[in-house]
């Protein structure tokens, strides 16, 4: 079986932004299973192999050494759910005894089901694009809107019956209308909150991504002058 630390490039040491109330670190893994024109990950989504795979000693040598500081790690990607042997990834991380949080379209609900059902990991944000009806255009044409409905469907059905382990949330990208915005927001099961997250076009064209996917690329070993690390002048954007 492969291993998902073969798919990690990108690591941030510290975030205040990726868990809301955590001071976190935040895992990177390539690949996506959608093609969303707005992407600002794009580079890690869709050409994860032109890009470093990052030492997973390392990683697990900063865990370690911050774990009394640190308040929980977030697994992102991409779409870490795709990746192959993720769930033994996440039994990794557990054993540093901090909480952690998965990242996810929502769009394998069977691999969120067993995630929760072992105890892999504490919550989950999931990524709503937008209504049912516009995944097409909005997963640049992988998704149906049924498909996006039965997976969604499913992964609504866990947040009822786990409800302190999922939040929603949504970029608000130029296509998406308020009236667009409210009915992704009539979707999620009673109880839930839709967070909306400004959409910041990227810096460059066709889509490549701005200063966000500084972090997919991030070192783990060196110090303050990358800026990849919470020192570094990049980490004031937090």
């Known amino acids: 079986m492969s291993s998902a630390w073969n798919h990690v490039h990108g690591f941030e040491r510290l975030s205040l932004c990726d868990w809301p109330g955590y001071s976190s670190c935040v895992v990177f893994l ?10 600002h990950n794009w580079q890690l989504a869709w050409h994860a192999d032109t890009l470093p795979v990052l030492s997973r000693a390392a990683i697990e040598a900063y865990i370690e050494a911050r774990r009394h500081w640190l308040d929980g790690v977030v697994v992102t990607g991409g779409e870490a ?9 996440l039994r990794d991380l ?35 694009k937008g209504p049912f009806a516009l995944y097409p255009r909005l997963s640049g044409g992988t998704t149906s809107p049924d498909e996006a409905r039965a997976a ?19 970029t608000r990208v130029p296509v998406l209308s308020d009236d667009d915005v409210e009915a992704a927001r009539r ?3 009673a109880g ?3 967070k909306i997250q400004d959409y ?4 460059r064209k066709h889509a490549e991504a701005d200063s966000e996917t500084r972090r997919t690329a991030g070192d783990v070993v060196h110090g303050p002058h990358r800026g990849s690390h919470p020192e570094g002048p990049e980490s004031k954007r937090h």
Do not use: H, W, Y
């Not at 390539?30 to 992407?39: A, D, K, L, V, Y």
């Not at 759910?81 to 990834?89: H, N």
């Not at 969604?152 to 949504?170: K, T």
């Open 200 to 203: 910041v076009p990227p810096r």
């Open 81 to 89: 759910t795709m990746v192959e042997g993720f769930a033994d990834m």
């Open 152 to 170: 969604l469907s499913r992964i609504f059905a866990l947040a009822q019956a786990q409800p302190d382990a999922f939040m929603f949330r949504l």
């Open 187 to 189: 979707q999620l099961p």
């Open 94 to 128: 557990r054993r540093f005894g901090l909480p952690v949080k998965v990242d996810s379209n929502g769009l394998r609900p069977d691999v969120v089901e067993l995630l929760l059902r072992d105890g892999l990991a504490d919550a989950f944000s999931i990524d709503v």
């Open 30 to 39: 390539g690949g996506c299973n959608m093609r969303c024109p707005t992407c």
């Open 192 to 194: 839930f909150d839709l």
